[in-house]
């Protein structure tokens, strides 16, 4: 049974691709923890895409932050770009595509997703975020 308390975990992840696997793995153990498990598959793959545009679009360092409040699992990654984010595309367009899927799974996928400035450490960037309702 999930947990009825908020809580929050921040992952610091460098800026290299191996960093997915590693947010990936790390997600999916807290879900275990607080029971959560059945929303694990959908959050690691929105976990996967924005950690990904995270290490992939820019030079400096990455967060993940995984939070549970009221019902609602709140996934982010902050990045040290404070650029907004391309507009996600329409997903039955990015079907062939290699690449640019990210936020329109993110879109598709999610509840509810955005994005806001957000500096850390004196690091200007943005944090991109998106939320699953346990129900």
């Known amino acids: 049974m999930p947990e009825t308390e908020p809580w929050e975990y921040w992952l610091y992840i ?44 820019t030079k400096g360092p990455a967060a993940l932050r995984v939070r549970w409040s009221a019902g609602v699992l709140r996934i982010g990654a902050w990045d040290a770009d404070p650029e907004p ?21 993110v879109r598709a996928c999610s509840d509810l997703w955005g994005w806001q400035p957000l500096s850390r450490f004196g690091n200007r960037g943005k944090y991109v975020w998106c939320e699953l309702a346990a129900a």
Do not use: F, W, Y
Request: proline share 8%; no cysteine; net charge neutral.
């Open 14 to 57: 460098p800026n290299d691709p191996r960093a997915v696997t590693v947010s990936r793995r790390t997600l999916r153990l807290i879900l275990t923890v607080h029971g959560l498990i059945r929303l694990a598959d959908t959050a690691e793959l929105l976990a996967t895409e924005l950690v990904s545009n995270a290490v992939r679009h």
């Open 85 to 105: 984010p391309g507009p996600p595309g329409k997903l039955e367009q990015l079907s062939e595509a290699e690449e640019g899927r990210g936020l329109a799974l």
